[in-house]
């Protein structure tokens, strides 16, 4: 079964810092396209981040550029979420997502996601 399991969403003041984790399991990791979404209570899901197969090619979103960086570790199986000068409207469940083919808009897989709160 492919699986991806996110990790690391947690509690944290407005201005701290968290780093998110996926782990998957069951897919060539290396040969997936990863990211992250997230979801606010009442928005829609909203686009995050980005990584191709080899880590050269990133995007972000612009709401959270220069301030979230993303980051895979093929040999581990993991794409990795470093969140810097969280505020509030960061606060939202944010999920892992894979897909094989860079030609879809749809991603084949999304893990069951990681509540982030950031408080003022």
């Known amino acids: 079964q492919v699986q991806l399991v996110e990790s690391g969403g947690g509690l944290v003041q407005a201005g701290g810092s968290l780093r998110l984790s996926c782990t998957a399991s069951?897919?060539?990791?290396?040969?997936?396209?990863m990211a992250w979404f997230r979801q606010a209570p009442g928005k829609e899901r909203e686009f995050v981040a980005q990584?191709?197969?080899?880590?050269?090619?990133?995007t972000y979103a612009d709401a959270v550029k220069g301030r979230f960086s993303i980051s895979r570790n093929n040999s581990r199986n993991k794409v990795y979420l470093q969140m810097n000068g969280l505020n509030p409207e960061d606060t939202a469940v944010y999920y892992c997502?894979?897909?094989?083919?860079?030609?879809?808009?749809?991603?084949?897989?999304w893990g069951q996601g990681t509540q982030v709160t950031v408080s003022s």
């Open positions: 069951g897919l060539d990791f290396a040969n997936y396209i």
């Open positions: 997502a894979a897909k094989a083919d860079s030609t879809n808009v749809k991603f084949d897989y």
């Open positions: 990584i191709i197969w080899s880590g050269v090619g990133i």
